[in-house]
């Protein structure tokens, strides 16, 4: 059970970011990566404001046929393995399948593909019994999302355990969990692990509309995400996805791999209050907090770097900083603590996943990215943010935490292998 | 070792609701599939499917939760709220953290998710329901049993097809073996509109007259609806709290995935079976009865006889799929099937598979059929194959004295 | 000038959006229950403002909506954005 587990390959696609290097020159340099939609019309909405990509899957390397057969997510998911893939510097044909594993989080899945399927075969809503004839041949895999994980599986030959963790938008975060534990289960040796959602499509931003839990700053798409800022208003809906590939640390060792860092502290629970809604006081973020600090044998004045779920609602922001309080004690206010959901919006079950991409880099490059468009701070919101420049600082340890509808709170503690105090 | 035992069933399935008439059901070869009644299926190749007729939602699910549910997480609910009550927990008694919640779900609340759909294309999006945002997602069941029942341990929620169900069974053991005291655990699924229902035809298994797994005129399945939610708890933890109750123990599970297609490399369910067992510390000798995934596809039926004879040897062991009663439930299924493999255990007796006529001789398997057979059941194997390579196999053993 | 909402449309309205035990639920005292007490959440609420919304063309912002604590508090907000509307 004490087996160590590292990161040994990062892929990532988020808004303003066809791979690895440019998302750290992104939230490196504290700029924004969120527009105005332009995938549909987005004036009858309320939110009109997104993190896009740009991504081509044609130049990703995808065939014809995978592109007409994947949905949008599982696509972005393919990018981010194959890039993981080769960061790694593993040569998956080499490798035991048996021992290959695959562990993909996502929250609404190939909701896309959903929405668009649905207007063909019911005339765009005229009618309740839809049209059989219509139908797409890939119209099961858009029903139940396990293809995306299979996808993912035959590409790199994975015959060991695989599934899909949909944890709502905590999903990035348990993915990469479930992915420790399989291997300290002693199930794989190697799991391919991370998260993916495409969420910018009608029916999504529909449905955060209705809730108002979206950003209304529709003239300034630039500056729409806020977390921590007194200003804010919701958060930005986007799309992306990142992978890695987790080892233990023995395999990466003796294959002389480059390590990020070891997944040393992992930890979720459930809030049991509400579907969407978070009680002012943290506890059970908290808690999760915690129990990830003691998984990975860390104090609160280990950590360097906190990276925030900081979605840019208030009720998020106010239960994060709650959350930090009551775990961390004073250390909260020493330890700086950044949304980059401010630079490339909310990708809903994918962001946990993103996020731990940013924490690695942070480790990697000792620099702490910022939190954009934070100019004057909810003054319930009291800890340091760093406000719209990145910080350069030793980064050894990071905290990563989200929240999620469904009542998750996750965390996750990251640390550079031996080089902690 | 910890041990990981269920003390409490709840079955929403389409041949019975509740466990005790699911399992006399099962054990008459009464089945709950017909044509179906939510909508008309005239426009569509396959008509019949094992619907839920008989739960009204009014009666098992607080008023205040119904405009915001989908049938599959009302389901859920009362499933839930079944297992908890037959187990004789009282969540309000456990400490908070030490209950968690793991299900595996398919679909998602997929009626609801087209009705809201259609208002948003046919009304705009203003009519969309604030309820959208989590009665559609998959992580759904898991988050709501956990509100209603207080349970805030790590919990999750799983995908993988037909399969996902015995993987939150299993996921449920480790969350066990990571120290948490109770999990609820299963899965429900149903997508019986008619979107949901013609993308569960467009999979192109799904047989438009009967589901007769194994049978040498297998057809494809029958879709149904439903499931089953269990407590698991350990084994310690139930015997302080004075449980008299314990239905077995969950000794072995493993998940494997198939070769890509086109691959030369043999298909991993074999592999799964024995990983299962080598977990559980068995033989296959051993082994009372498997309940078999069933795919009712003579290529998917002849594979899994093919992995049961390699490991059992010919007609090594009783097979039986009481599925066939109810049709391919999703993530439902494993559970489901889990909830039989745990009366079987019970009772002494492993129910035949109906519908089957002749089942091919180069099968090799000994599938009980006609009659239920009466015999000691001490350890059982649970099978369930998601679409594109997934296989989950779970044992269950009687708790030994 | 529009018609006044009346509390059989708000009971109407609330049964879809949030659920009613039963007809008589919203009649007599419990029409001055607080939305807390009621077990009505802020979704709940929501939910309400917009079917107002959609089909009575009644707007109450945020800040107000949460502010009106029981079913009378809501309609009579309700019936001054319909008179105020003309």
């Not at chain 2, 995934?293 to 004879?309: I, M, N, R, T």
Request: include cysteine.
């Amino acid at each position: 059970m004490s087996s160590r587990i590292v990161i040994t390959g990062i892929g990532v696609r988020a808004p303003g970011a066809s791979g690895t290097k440019e998302f750290w020159d992104l939230l490196s340099s504290g700029r924004t990566a969120t527009r105005r939609i332009s995938f549909f019309d987005p004036s009858p909405y309320r939110s009109q404001v997104a993190g896009e990509c740009d991504f081509d899957p044609e130049s990703e390397g995808l065939s014809a046929r995978e592109i007409r057969r994947m949905d949008r997510a599982t696509q972005f998911a393919v990018a981010c393995a194959d890039d993981a893939i080769v960061d790694s510097g593993l040569e998956v044909n080499r490798l035991d399948p048996h021992r290959v594993g695959v562990s993909l989080g996502s929250a609404v899945a190939a909701s896309t593909s959903l929405d668009v399927e649905y207007q063909i075969l019911s005339d765009a809503g005229r009618r309740w019994t839809v049209s059989p004839e219509y139908l797409s041949p890939h119209m099961f895999d858009y029903l139940t999302p396990g293809v995306m994980p299979a996808e993912l599986a035959w590409r790199i030959g994975a015959e060991g355990p695989v599934t899909m963790v949909s944890n709502g938008c905590t999903s990035g975060l348990d993915a990469v969990g479930n992915a420790v534990q399989v291997i300290r289960d002693g199930a794989a040796d190697i799991m391919l692990a991370g998260a993916t959602d495409t969420p910018i499509t009608p029916i999504v931003v529909a449905c955060f509309d209705a809730i108002k839990a979206t950003t209304t700053y529709n003239n300034d798409p630039e500056h729409a995400s806020r977390p921590f800022d007194a200003s804010r208003n919701g958060f930005v809906l986007a799309e992306g996805s990142a992978m890695f590939v987790l080892e233990t640390l023995e395999h990466a060792t003796n294959r002389g791999a480059h390590i990020y860092a070891e997944v040393s502290g992992y930890a979720t629970r459930s809030n049991a209050y509400h579907m969407t809604g978070l009680k002012k006081d943290g506890r059970e973020m908290a808690e999760a907090i915690g129990a990830a600090l003691a998984e990975a044998r860390k104090n609160p004045e280990d950590l360097d770097y906190i990276n925030a779920h900081g979605s840019g609602t208030k009720q998020n922001d106010w239960h994060e900083t709650a959350a930090l309080k009551r775990s961390l004690g004073l250390h909260a206010y020493e330890t700086p603590v950044s949304s980059i959901k401010s630079m490339v919006g909310h990708s809903l079950g994918a962001i946990g996943s993103v996020e731990i991409a940013a924490s690695l880099l942070a480790i990697e490059n000792n620099v702490v990215p910022p939190t954009a468009n934070l100019h004057e701070a909810d003054p319930e919101c009291d800890l340091d943010y760093v406000p719209v420049t990145a910080r350069e600082r030793r980064v050894d340890t990071v905290l990563s935490v989200g929240s999620g509808f469904g009542g998750f709170q996750s965390a996750i503690v990251l640390n550079r292998p031996g080089g902690t105090r | 070792m910890t041990t990981a035992v269920v003390t409490g069933l709840g079955v929403v399935a389409p041949n019975g609701l509740g466990t005790e008439d699911f399992w006399k059901a099962t054990l008459d070869g009464r089945d709950g599939i017909g044509q179906i009644t939510r909508f008309d299926p005239a426009p569509y190749a396959a008509k019949r499917a094992g619907e839920v007729l008989d739960f009204d939602s009014s009666e098992h699910i607080s008023v205040r939760l119904l405009p915001q549910t989908d049938i599959s997480t009302r389901f859920a609910l009362a499933a839930a709220d079944w297992a908890l009550v037959d187990a004789e927990v009282k969540p309000s008694a456990h400490i908070d953290y030490d209950m968690s919640v793991v299900t595996s779900n398919a679909f998602g609340g997929f009626e609801f998710t087209h009705r809201e759909l259609r208002k948003l294309w046919s009304k705009g999006p203003e009519h969309v329901s604030v309820y959208e945002s989590f009665a559609w997602f998959y992580a759904v069941n898991t988050g709501q049993i956990s509100i209603r029942h207080g349970m805030r341990g790590p919990s999750k929620a799983l995908v993988a097809e037909q399969a996902g169900g015995l993987d939150a069974i299993g996921h449920a053991r480790r969350t066990i073996r990571q120290g948490v005291g109770l999990v609820v655990t299963g899965g429900v699924d149903s997508a019986l509109d008619p979107w949901g229902w013609a993308a569960q035809l467009s999979g192109g298994r799904v047989s438009a007259t009967a589901y007769q797994p194994f049978d040498v005129n297998a057809s494809g399945y029958i879709p149904g609806e439903g499931g089953a939610i269990l407590v698991v708890e350990e084994l310690a933890a139930a015997r302080r709290r004075g449980t008299g109750q314990v239905y077995g123990a969950i000794t072995g599970y493993a998940s494997t995935f198939d070769p890509a297609p086109g691959s030369s490399r043999p298909p991993a369910l074999r592999r799964a079976i024995e990983l299962a067992l080598a977990d559980a510390g068995l033989t296959p000798t051993q082994v009372d009865v498997v309940f078999a995934d069933a795919a009712g596809d003579s290529a998917l039926d002849l594979q899994e006889a093919e992995a049961l004879s390699a490991v059992f040897g010919p007609s090594g062991v009783p097979v039986t799929a009481p599925k066939a009663l109810t049709g391919r439930l999703y993530s439902g299924g494993g559970p489901l099937d889990v909830v039989a493999a745990l009366l079987s255990i019970r009772d002494s007796v492993i129910p035949a598979t109906a519908n089957v006529d002749e089942v091919p001789a180069d099968y090799r398997i000994d599938l009980v059929r006609g009659e239920p057979r009466y015999q000691t059941v001490s350890h059982a194997l649970v099978l369930a194959r998601g679409k594109w390579g997934f296989n989950a196999a779970i044992v269950i053993s009687a708790l030994g004295d | 000038m529009r018609k006044a909402i009346t509390t059989d449309d708000l009971r109407h309205i609330l049964a879809r959006c949030v659920g009613i035990e039963e007809d008589g639920e919203l009649e007599g005292e419990i029409l001055d229950q607080t939305f807390e007490a009621l077990g009505y959440d802020s979704l709940a609420l929501m939910e309400t403002a917009a079917v107002l919304q959609r089909e009575f063309g009644v707007v109450i912002p945020d800040d107000e909506l949460f502010n009106t604590d029981t079913p009378r508090a809501l309609l009579d907000r309700a019936n001054r954005a319909v008179a105020n509307a003309g």
